[in-house]
Protein backbone atom coordinates (compact mmCIF):
# COMPACT_ATOMS: atom_id res chain seq x y z
CA UNK A 1 0.00 0.00 0.00
CA UNK A 2 3.12 2.53 -0.05
CA UNK A 3 2.57 3.36 -3.96
CA UNK A 4 -0.05 6.55 -4.10
CA UNK A 5 0.20 9.66 -6.25
CA UNK A 6 0.17 13.39 -4.60
CA UNK A 7 -1.41 16.27 -6.41
CA UNK A 8 1.31 17.80 -5.18
CA UNK A 9 5.21 16.64 -4.32
CA UNK A 10 5.67 16.49 -0.43
CA UNK A 11 9.03 16.17 1.38
CA UNK A 12 10.00 12.47 1.45
CA UNK A 13 9.15 12.21 5.65
CA UNK A 14 5.57 13.59 4.68
CA UNK A 15 5.29 10.97 1.85
CA UNK A 16 6.22 8.55 4.12
CA UNK A 17 3.84 9.51 6.60
CA UNK A 18 0.67 9.72 3.84
CA UNK A 19 1.85 6.44 2.98
CA UNK A 20 1.47 4.86 6.55
CA UNK A 21 -1.50 6.46 7.34
CA UNK A 22 -3.69 5.01 4.27
CA UNK A 23 -1.92 1.40 5.14
CA UNK A 24 -3.63 2.12 8.65
CA UNK A 25 -6.97 3.15 7.48
CA UNK A 26 -7.95 0.95 4.62
CA UNK A 27 -10.55 -0.97 6.83
CA UNK A 28 -12.21 2.04 7.64
CA UNK A 29 -15.69 3.22 6.21
CA UNK A 30 -15.38 6.72 4.54
CA UNK A 31 -15.91 9.48 5.02
CA UNK A 32 -13.11 9.50 8.16
CA UNK A 33 -10.56 11.27 9.85
CA UNK A 34 -7.54 9.60 11.00
CA UNK A 35 -5.62 11.24 13.77
CA UNK A 36 -2.17 10.55 15.27
CA UNK A 37 -1.50 11.39 18.46
CA UNK A 38 2.11 11.29 18.64
CA UNK A 39 2.05 14.42 15.84
CA UNK A 40 -0.09 16.40 18.24
CA UNK A 41 2.53 15.80 21.28
CA UNK A 42 5.69 16.46 18.90
CA UNK A 43 3.65 19.88 17.55
CA UNK A 44 3.41 20.78 20.64
CA UNK A 45 6.80 20.29 21.60
CA UNK A 46 8.25 22.09 18.48
CA UNK A 47 6.41 24.78 19.08
CA UNK A 48 7.96 24.91 22.80
CA UNK A 49 11.31 24.06 21.06
CA UNK A 50 10.95 27.48 18.50
CA UNK A 51 9.53 29.82 21.12
CA UNK A 52 11.04 28.74 24.34
CA UNK A 53 9.52 30.39 27.47
CA UNK A 54 6.10 31.48 25.32
CA UNK A 55 2.53 30.41 26.89
CA UNK A 56 1.17 27.85 24.50
CA UNK A 57 -2.79 28.31 24.29
CA UNK A 58 -4.34 26.19 21.98
CA UNK A 59 -6.92 27.46 19.27
CA UNK A 60 -9.78 25.28 20.00
CA UNK A 61 -12.12 26.33 17.20
CA UNK A 62 -9.81 24.36 14.48
CA UNK A 63 -10.46 21.08 16.39
CA UNK A 64 -12.80 20.36 19.67
CA UNK A 65 -12.64 17.01 19.28
CA UNK A 66 -12.57 15.63 23.06
CA UNK A 67 -9.82 13.00 22.04
CA UNK A 68 -7.64 15.69 20.43
CA UNK A 69 -8.50 18.10 23.73
CA UNK A 70 -7.18 15.22 25.99
CA UNK A 71 -3.85 14.80 24.05
CA UNK A 72 -3.35 18.31 24.29
CA UNK A 73 -4.32 19.08 28.39
CA UNK A 74 -1.65 15.72 29.04
CA UNK A 75 0.68 18.28 27.77
CA UNK A 76 0.04 21.01 29.39
CA UNK A 77 -0.95 23.44 26.80
CA UNK A 78 -3.49 26.35 27.74
CA UNK A 79 -6.48 26.64 25.65
CA UNK A 80 -7.66 29.67 23.80
CA UNK A 81 -11.82 29.59 24.08
CA UNK A 82 -14.70 31.99 22.83
CA UNK A 83 -17.98 30.32 23.74
CA UNK A 84 -19.98 28.28 26.54
CA UNK A 85 -19.62 25.62 24.64
CA UNK A 86 -15.96 25.03 24.24
CA UNK A 87 -15.74 25.57 27.81
CA UNK A 88 -17.96 22.96 28.50
CA UNK A 89 -15.81 20.67 26.51
CA UNK A 90 -12.99 21.42 28.61
CA UNK A 91 -14.84 20.40 31.94
CA UNK A 92 -14.05 17.02 32.11
CA UNK A 93 -10.32 17.24 32.45
CA UNK A 94 -8.85 17.07 35.96
CA UNK A 95 -6.06 18.76 36.41
CA UNK A 96 -6.73 23.20 36.87
CA UNK A 97 -6.32 24.09 33.20
CA UNK A 98 -4.90 27.53 31.58
CA UNK A 99 -7.79 29.34 29.69
CA UNK A 100 -7.65 32.75 27.41
CA UNK A 101 -10.11 34.18 25.25
CA UNK A 102 -9.10 36.18 22.61
CA UNK A 103 -12.42 36.49 21.10
CA UNK A 104 -13.19 40.33 21.61
CA UNK A 105 -17.23 40.08 21.39
CA UNK A 106 -18.79 37.74 23.60
CA UNK A 107 -21.59 36.76 25.57
CA UNK A 108 -22.44 37.71 29.21
CA UNK A 109 -23.28 33.82 29.98
CA UNK A 110 -19.63 33.03 29.10
CA UNK A 111 -17.74 35.97 30.50
CA UNK A 112 -19.25 35.19 34.02
CA UNK A 113 -18.62 31.63 33.45
CA UNK A 114 -14.78 31.79 32.39
CA UNK A 115 -14.70 34.39 34.83
CA UNK A 116 -15.56 31.67 37.66
CA UNK A 117 -13.49 28.60 35.68
CA UNK A 118 -10.09 31.44 36.37
CA UNK A 119 -9.84 32.46 32.77
CA UNK A 120 -6.32 34.68 32.32
CA UNK A 121 -7.93 37.21 30.54
CA UNK A 122 -10.05 38.63 27.77
CA UNK A 123 -9.71 40.12 24.50
CA UNK A 124 -11.53 43.19 23.81
CA UNK A 125 -11.52 45.65 21.19
CA UNK A 126 -14.71 48.15 21.81
CA UNK A 127 -16.13 50.14 24.78
CA UNK A 128 -19.17 48.35 25.08
CA UNK A 129 -17.06 45.14 26.18
CA UNK A 130 -15.61 46.68 28.43
CA UNK A 131 -18.89 47.86 30.14
CA UNK A 132 -19.98 44.15 29.61
CA UNK A 133 -16.58 42.75 31.32
CA UNK A 134 -16.65 45.21 34.38
CA UNK A 135 -20.77 44.39 34.83
CA UNK A 136 -20.15 40.12 34.82
CA UNK A 137 -16.18 39.71 35.17
CA UNK A 138 -15.60 42.70 37.69
CA UNK A 139 -11.63 43.43 37.83
CA UNK A 140 -10.65 40.81 35.33
CA UNK A 141 -7.61 41.22 32.80
CA UNK A 142 -7.78 42.27 29.34
CA UNK A 143 -5.94 42.71 26.73
CA UNK A 144 -6.67 44.37 23.31
CA UNK A 145 -6.95 43.09 20.01
CA UNK A 146 -4.74 45.08 17.55
CA UNK A 147 -5.53 45.59 13.81
CA UNK A 148 -2.93 44.13 11.83
CA UNK A 149 -2.00 43.75 7.81
CA UNK A 150 -3.97 40.28 6.87
CA UNK A 151 -2.84 40.18 3.40
CA UNK A 152 -0.12 37.63 4.07
CA UNK A 153 -2.68 34.95 5.06
CA UNK A 154 -5.14 32.46 2.88
CA UNK A 155 -7.92 33.37 4.64
CA UNK A 156 -7.72 37.25 6.25
CA UNK A 157 -9.57 37.87 9.78
CA UNK A 158 -8.32 41.59 9.99
CA UNK A 159 -12.52 43.06 8.66
CA UNK A 160 -14.09 41.72 11.97
CA UNK A 161 -12.11 42.33 14.56
CA UNK A 162 -9.22 44.90 15.78
CA UNK A 163 -8.27 48.45 16.07
CA UNK A 164 -5.89 51.05 15.39
CA UNK A 165 -3.07 51.86 17.81
CA UNK A 166 -4.64 55.27 19.20
CA UNK A 167 -8.14 53.25 19.58
CA UNK A 168 -6.34 50.80 20.91
CA UNK A 169 -4.31 52.95 23.84
CA UNK A 170 -7.68 54.57 24.32
CA UNK A 171 -9.15 51.26 25.54
CA UNK A 172 -6.43 50.07 27.58
CA UNK A 173 -6.90 53.67 29.79
CA UNK A 174 -10.69 52.99 29.66
CA UNK A 175 -10.30 50.26 30.97
CA UNK A 176 -8.86 51.42 34.43
CA UNK A 177 -11.96 53.90 34.78
CA UNK A 178 -14.26 50.15 34.73
CA UNK A 179 -11.88 48.53 37.40
CA UNK A 180 -10.37 46.50 34.81
CA UNK A 181 -7.33 45.20 34.57
CA UNK A 182 -5.19 46.39 31.83
CA UNK A 183 -2.68 43.77 30.53
CA UNK A 184 -1.44 43.58 26.85
CA UNK A 185 -2.52 43.09 23.36
CA UNK A 186 -2.68 40.29 20.54
CA UNK A 187 -3.19 40.39 16.71
CA UNK A 188 -4.21 37.98 14.14
CA UNK A 189 -2.17 37.71 10.41
CA UNK A 190 -4.87 35.81 9.39
CA UNK A 191 -5.60 32.03 9.23
CA UNK A 192 -2.69 30.07 7.06
CA UNK A 193 -0.38 32.84 6.62
CA UNK A 194 2.28 32.26 4.18
CA UNK A 195 4.34 35.55 4.69
CA UNK A 196 6.71 35.53 7.26
CA UNK A 197 7.59 39.06 7.62
CA UNK A 198 3.83 39.49 8.30
CA UNK A 199 4.57 39.01 12.27
CA UNK A 200 7.29 41.45 12.32
CA UNK A 201 5.25 43.99 10.69
CA UNK A 202 2.61 43.31 13.27
CA UNK A 203 4.92 43.45 15.99
CA UNK A 204 6.43 46.79 14.77
CA UNK A 205 2.86 48.43 15.07
CA UNK A 206 2.14 46.58 18.37
CA UNK A 207 5.32 48.17 20.03
CA UNK A 208 4.14 51.95 18.95
CA UNK A 209 1.44 50.67 21.06
CA UNK A 210 3.02 49.40 24.01
CA UNK A 211 5.43 52.72 24.14
CA UNK A 212 2.01 55.05 23.66
CA UNK A 213 0.86 53.48 26.46
CA UNK A 214 3.97 53.81 28.80
CA UNK A 215 3.96 57.39 28.28
CA UNK A 216 0.11 57.22 29.74
CA UNK A 217 1.33 54.93 32.81
CA UNK A 218 0.40 51.71 31.60
CA UNK A 219 2.59 48.82 32.43
CA UNK A 220 1.80 46.14 29.99
CA UNK A 221 3.27 42.73 30.39
CA UNK A 222 1.23 40.41 27.91
CA UNK A 223 2.05 40.13 24.33
CA UNK A 224 -0.07 37.75 22.24
CA UNK A 225 0.94 37.36 19.21
CA UNK A 226 -2.30 35.08 18.13
CA UNK A 227 -2.44 32.23 15.45
CA UNK A 228 -2.07 31.83 12.00
CA UNK A 229 1.08 29.31 11.21
CA UNK A 230 0.67 27.63 8.73
CA UNK A 231 0.51 24.19 7.43
CA UNK A 232 1.67 22.93 3.85
CA UNK A 233 -0.89 22.15 1.44
CA UNK A 234 -0.42 23.05 -2.13
CA UNK A 235 1.27 26.37 -1.44
CA UNK A 236 4.53 27.08 -0.38
CA UNK A 237 4.80 28.12 3.32
CA UNK A 238 7.24 29.35 5.97
CA UNK A 239 8.76 26.37 8.47
CA UNK A 240 7.80 27.11 11.93
CA UNK A 241 11.43 27.89 12.55
CA UNK A 242 11.85 30.47 10.26
CA UNK A 243 8.48 32.09 11.74
CA UNK A 244 10.32 31.62 15.70
CA UNK A 245 13.37 33.86 14.43
CA UNK A 246 11.40 36.39 12.88
CA UNK A 247 9.43 37.16 16.03
CA UNK A 248 11.92 36.37 18.45
CA UNK A 249 14.24 39.35 16.80
CA UNK A 250 11.57 41.30 17.03
CA UNK A 251 10.17 40.72 20.28
CA UNK A 252 13.82 40.90 22.00
CA UNK A 253 14.81 44.36 20.17
CA UNK A 254 11.26 46.03 20.69
CA UNK A 255 10.20 44.85 23.79
CA UNK A 256 10.90 44.87 27.88
CA UNK A 257 12.51 41.91 29.18
CA UNK A 258 9.54 41.18 31.09
CA UNK A 259 7.00 41.01 28.21
CA UNK A 260 5.04 37.37 28.22
CA UNK A 261 4.92 35.93 25.27
CA UNK A 262 1.98 34.27 24.47
CA UNK A 263 1.04 32.38 21.15
CA UNK A 264 -2.73 30.92 20.12
CA UNK A 265 -1.94 28.26 17.21
CA UNK A 266 -4.48 25.99 15.93
CA UNK A 267 -4.24 25.34 12.56
CA UNK A 268 -0.07 24.07 13.00
CA UNK A 269 -1.23 22.13 15.82
CA UNK A 270 -3.27 19.68 15.00
CA UNK A 271 -3.50 20.52 11.05
CA UNK A 272 -0.57 18.12 9.87
CA UNK A 273 -1.65 15.25 12.62
CA UNK A 274 -4.65 13.90 10.57
CA UNK A 275 -5.43 12.42 7.10
CA UNK A 276 -9.20 12.47 5.53
CA UNK A 277 -10.16 9.54 3.75
CA UNK A 278 -13.13 9.91 1.16
CA UNK A 279 -14.59 7.49 -1.78
CA UNK A 280 -15.81 8.37 -5.38
CA UNK A 281 -19.20 7.74 -5.10
CA UNK A 282 -19.52 9.00 -9.19
CA UNK A 283 -18.25 9.92 -12.43
CA UNK A 284 -19.89 12.53 -15.06
CA UNK A 285 -18.89 14.19 -18.28
CA UNK A 286 -19.83 17.92 -18.16
CA UNK A 287 -19.78 19.25 -21.46
CA UNK A 288 -15.54 18.55 -21.73
CA UNK A 289 -14.75 18.49 -18.13
CA UNK A 290 -14.41 15.33 -16.24
CA UNK A 291 -16.51 15.04 -12.54
CA UNK A 292 -15.56 12.64 -9.36
CA UNK A 293 -18.14 13.04 -7.01
CA UNK A 294 -16.76 11.77 -3.30
CA UNK A 295 -18.58 10.73 -0.15
CA UNK A 296 -16.87 14.00 1.51
CA UNK A 297 -17.66 17.77 -0.17
CA UNK A 298 -17.50 21.00 1.19
CA UNK A 299 -20.21 20.70 3.40
CA UNK A 300 -19.87 17.89 5.80
CA UNK A 301 -15.79 17.92 5.99
CA UNK A 302 -13.78 20.80 3.46
CA UNK A 303 -15.37 23.70 3.88
CA UNK A 304 -12.38 25.81 3.67
CA UNK A 305 -12.54 24.60 -0.06
CA UNK A 306 -15.11 27.69 -0.35
CA UNK A 307 -13.00 30.20 -0.13
CA UNK A 308 -10.19 28.71 -2.51
CA UNK A 309 -8.51 26.65 0.04
CA UNK A 310 -6.17 23.84 -2.12
CA UNK A 311 -5.82 21.07 -0.54
CA UNK A 312 -3.84 18.23 -1.79
CA UNK A 313 -4.90 14.86 -2.64
CA UNK A 314 -3.26 11.55 -2.42
CA UNK A 315 -4.29 8.31 -4.28
CA UNK A 316 -3.16 4.60 -4.19
CA UNK A 317 -3.69 4.83 -8.51
CA UNK A 318 -1.47 5.19 -10.86
CA UNK A 319 -1.68 6.21 -14.69
CA UNK A 320 -1.51 9.26 -16.79
CA UNK A 321 -2.54 12.24 -15.04
CA UNK A 322 -5.84 14.24 -16.06
CA UNK A 323 -7.71 17.29 -15.28
CA UNK A 324 -11.03 16.92 -13.00
CA UNK A 325 -13.27 18.43 -10.91
CA UNK A 326 -13.50 16.84 -7.65
CA UNK A 327 -17.09 17.51 -6.05
CA UNK A 328 -18.51 16.69 -2.91
CA UNK A 329 -21.89 14.47 -2.62
CA UNK A 330 -24.72 17.11 -1.61
CA UNK A 331 -27.29 18.47 -4.32
CA UNK A 332 -25.77 21.81 -3.41
CA UNK A 333 -23.94 23.49 -6.95
CA UNK A 334 -21.13 25.11 -4.19
CA UNK A 335 -19.91 21.34 -2.93
CA UNK A 336 -16.87 21.76 -5.19
CA UNK A 337 -13.75 20.60 -3.61
CA UNK A 338 -11.35 21.81 -6.40
CA UNK A 339 -12.25 22.74 -9.95
CA UNK A 340 -8.98 21.15 -11.99
CA UNK A 341 -6.96 19.31 -10.39
CA UNK A 342 -4.78 16.25 -11.85
CA UNK A 343 -5.48 12.82 -10.97
CA UNK A 344 -4.78 9.51 -12.29
CA UNK A 345 -8.15 7.74 -13.70
CA UNK A 346 -10.13 6.66 -10.56
CA UNK A 347 -12.96 4.30 -10.70
CA UNK A 348 -16.52 4.35 -8.53
CA UNK A 349 -15.05 2.74 -5.17
CA UNK A 350 -11.79 3.93 -5.29
CA UNK A 351 -10.61 6.07 -2.52
CA UNK A 352 -8.90 9.46 -2.42
CA UNK A 353 -7.18 11.49 0.47
CA UNK A 354 -6.45 14.57 2.02
CA UNK A 355 -3.63 14.90 3.95
CA UNK A 356 -3.13 17.69 6.56
CA UNK A 357 -6.22 17.82 7.13
CA UNK A 358 -6.85 18.19 10.60
CA UNK A 359 -7.95 21.57 11.11
CA UNK A 360 -11.23 22.71 10.59
CA UNK A 361 -12.57 20.01 8.71
CA UNK A 362 -14.53 18.58 11.94
CA UNK A 363 -15.31 22.02 13.37
CA UNK A 364 -17.01 22.99 10.26
CA UNK A 365 -18.67 19.92 9.32
CA UNK A 366 -22.50 19.38 9.31
CA UNK A 367 -24.55 16.91 7.67
CA UNK A 368 -26.54 18.63 5.47
CA UNK A 369 -28.08 16.89 2.79
CA UNK A 370 -28.01 13.97 4.83
CA UNK A 371 -24.52 13.25 4.16
CA UNK A 372 -22.60 12.88 8.08
CA UNK A 373 -19.31 14.22 9.57
CA UNK A 374 -16.15 11.71 9.22
CA UNK A 375 -15.75 9.29 11.61
CA UNK A 376 -13.14 10.24 14.04
CA UNK A 377 -10.24 7.86 14.58
CA UNK A 378 -6.51 7.92 16.43
CA UNK A 379 -3.62 6.38 15.72
CA UNK A 380 -0.85 5.91 18.44
CA UNK A 381 1.97 5.18 15.62
CA UNK A 382 5.42 5.99 15.80
CA UNK A 383 5.62 6.17 11.76
CA UNK A 384 3.21 9.06 12.18
Known amino acids: MSTFRLHVAAAPAANAAIARFIELTQSLETP ?9 RTNVRRFREVFPGADLFYAVKANAHPGVLAVLASEGTGFEISSEG ?63 DNSGSEWPLARKYGVAGDEAVALLDR ?23 SWDTALASTADVWNEAERHGLDLRFLSIGGGFPVQHTREIPCLEEIGKVVQRAVTARFPKEARLALEPGRAIVGDAAILGATVIGKARRGDQQWLY ?42 I ?31 FNGWPPPTVHYFDDPEL
Do not use: W
Not at 295 to 315: H, K, P, R, W
Not at 346 to 367: D, I, K, M, Q
Open 175 to 197: SRDYGLNPVGTTFHVGSQCRVSQ
Open 32 to 40: FLAIATERL
Open 337 to 367: IAESIALPELAVGERVYFPNAGAYTLAYASS
Open 294 to 335: LDAGVFNALMEAIEGFSYQVATTADGPLAKVVLAGPSCDSVD
Open 86 to 148: ELDLLQDFDSPLRLLSSNPIKTPGFIRRAAAAGIEAFAVDSPDELVKLARHAPGSAVFVRLLV
